[in-house]
């Protein structure tokens, strides 16, 4: 059960994706929405450019869908900041009802993942499910002062500005949710905060092992795997962790954090933070898939479950995954036309 | 779509609740599955005993069911401390798909209301949804290091030590869960800390009038209507705000933060916390329901969204409920009796 399989009634309508200046330098600059020239929004705090952030992708997803906020039934969506409160205050502009979720980095495919589900089983039209992050204030509350300009070691990775949100909906659309994949709590052991890919690899590798099983599929009939934010050593990790158990993963294996910068950035193993795969979903993988050049993709969120107080009291860092594989569906007809050959024909 | 109504497919099999030594000389000592003698459960620090709590809890839930974590699908929930690592670090024990929850101190009936909804439509057999507080964690999260021995002005409330969980399930059991809705983010501009029913009380007030309407009830069709932890100032504020848009809440209405303590204890408002419904369902509304006593219960978890940095740079408290609407059913014939019955009359 820990794979859903949908009924076949729920699309991926459309996604928004925006992201901070250094992330619009990166190799995926042509495929997101809105690249931020100021990565403050001109707000006085970065939490409350976060939030702006937030509220910006909600509300950018559902125009570029064509909806009004009037045709959302819900938001799903969670943050990395204390008390999830970028959510939370944006959900208090929305003023239709919330559903608050954690996963850490793993929080959008979590958000897709019971969005898919409401919509599937009929107990919604549309849902928006989005999260970001802020690079300033992901590294105050987590790690250092910025001010500080502590260093940082060469495995850490660099929490993303950005994210971006999705419509579920029943409406049709080119790209299909199959199907959603749950994951369990795993924890190997590692310890050090500046290591985080280490610590979700082993999640990572149970979500896509558990998914494909028990969808009866094989690595190679996915186009795109796409992991959240393993960064460089994690998703090293993923690959031998994997061929480990006998499964190898392709060409067709990627991680968003990866994938975000340029290599000549100083962001040591890559990006990270719940607006990774959020913002690397909502462009890259969602035009490829509009396009049909990508078929079948497994998005495997993956997310570090550790608090500060946790890491202080000397805990290892549990890691999590939660799964999502879209479909590029041949387009449907448009009713109208369809009505109208069919009129042609018996005439 | 703000409400969900069940297809009649959803029991809450049982539930079981543990407290701390001050909730356990209140006046639901004998509804309590377990009262504490020592808050610190033997573990050196607050959050470890929080945690611990929790794992306890959520054990204590599934033996009581008569079930082994083998059979339980899903774990759904959250809490109060930074990252929700309580919940995170249990789901790690128990080695099940985790669905990571936050809505504060709405969080019981948040995540009641989804795992109903996947066992209603056959996504899961048994879900084990809970969640838990602590008074000391929580008081030096949010509030003072507990060593300051701060005053608390007159409006404050008291975070409980304790919480509940509950098994949603297809096997049938006396208590059905009718129908859920989801609340929307409300924020009438209280900024005060200390005064966090007020904040809360609109959003339940919205959530109830939504509910009741949705379902074509009135207030007097529920023996009993629960508010999370408004307090004794929240749920007067709660009563003037229905009785303004014309539902008079009546004797059938009680806050479980004001049924938690004895008046003679220094508690100010009453309960709060995320395991103040979670512990008075799972006690003293279960117990009522599994014998007839309540033939309908409404349960509105109540949650208070902010952060202390929401609060340190000037935020006011959006606040948030859900509710979940539980009905005593007949009990139903044991399947090997009703064979036997039919037999004897074949005779």
Redesign the interface.
């Known amino acids: 059960?820990?794979t859903?399989k949908m009924k076949n009634n729920v699309y991926l309508l459309n996604g928004y994706s925006m992201v901070g200046p250094l992330e619009g330098r990166g190799p995926l600059r042509e495929y997101f929405d809105y690249i931020l020239k100021d990565d403050t929004l001109k707000e006085k705090?970065f939490?409350?450019a976060e939030r702006k952030l937030l509220q910006s992708i909600i509300t950018g997803a559902i125009d570029k869908a064509n909806l009004k906020i009037g045709d959302i039934?819900?938001f799903f969506g969670?943050d990395l900041?204390?008390?999830?409160?970028s959510s939370?205050?944006t959900?208090?502009e929305?003023?239709?009802?919330?559903?608050?979720?954690?996963?850490?980095c793993a929080t959008m495919a979590?958000s897709l993942a019971?969005s898919a589900?409401?919509v599937d089983?009929g107990?919604?039209?549309n849902i928006v499910a989005g999260t970001c992050t802020h690079f300033s204030s992901a590294e105050r509350?987590y790690r250092f002062p910025l001010e500080l300009g502590n260093q940082r070691p060469p495995t850490a990775q660099w929490t993303i500005t950005g994210g971006g949100a999705s419509i579920v909906s029943n409406i049709k659309s080119k790209v299909r949710i199959n199907a959603v994949t749950?994951?369990?709590?795993?924890?190997f052991g590692i310890a050090d905060v500046n290591n985080m890919g280490a610590a979700m690899a082993p999640s990572a590798s149970d979500t896509i092992k558990a998914h494909i099983s028990n969808m009866g599929k094989k690595i190679k009939d996915y186009d795109f795997i796409a992991t959240g934010d393993l960064g460089k050593l994690g998703s090293e990790i993923l690959i031998d962790l994997m061929e480990h158990d006998g499964v190898k993963l392709g060409k067709n294996y990627a991680d968003c954090g990866c994938m975000m910068y340029d290599k000549t950035e100083r962001v040591f193993m890559g990006g990270s933070g719940a607006g990774c795969s959020a913002s690397v979903l909502n462009s890259y993988i969602l035009k490829k898939l509009l396009k049909g050049e990508f078929k079948r993709v497994l998005l495997v969120s993956t997310g570090a479950?550790?608090?500060?107080?946790?890491s202080q009291?000397g805990?290892t860092i549990?890691g999590?995954a939660h799964a999502v594989e879209l479909e590029y569906v041949t387009p449907i007809k448009p009713v109208k036309k369809a009505i109208k050959s069919k009129e042609k024909k018996n005439d």
């Open positions: 059960m820990q859903i705090t939490e409350k039934d819900f969670g900041l204390n008390q999830i409160v939370s205050y959900a208090r929305l003023e239709i009802p919330f559903v608050g979720l954690y996963s850490a979590e019971l589900i409401f089983n107990l919604a039209n509350q749950f994951g369990k709590v795993i924890d479950l550790m608090s500060t107080t946790t009291q805990e549990p999590i």
